[in-house]
């Protein structure tokens, strides 16, 4: 990881509300969701892509509220 100078992220991929970044030279990937992003490392993110790719094939549109799918904040 370059701790001196400051990253220079290029765009792998960007949707309406989020993209994928990476320096190259660190080789971190950011996650950015909205407001928020997440700095990762090549293998978290591949986890994660994975993780939205199987909710994305899987996922079935509720027909009514249960308690699995709430939540309190």
């Known amino acids: 990881m370059n701790k ?4 220079v992220s290029e765009v792998v991929v ?3 509300f989020s993209a994928i970044t990476v320096c190259p030279e660190c080789n971190l990937y950011n996650l950015h969701i909205g407001p928020m992003s997440f700095r990762l490392e090549a293998h978290i993110l591949e986890s994660v892509c994975e993780m939205f790719a199987e909710f994305n094939l899987n996922r079935q549109m509720p027909t009514e509220v249960t308690g699995k799918a709430m939540f309190k904040h």
């Open 4 to 7: 001196n100078e400051n990253c």
């Open 14 to 16: 960007q949707g309406r």
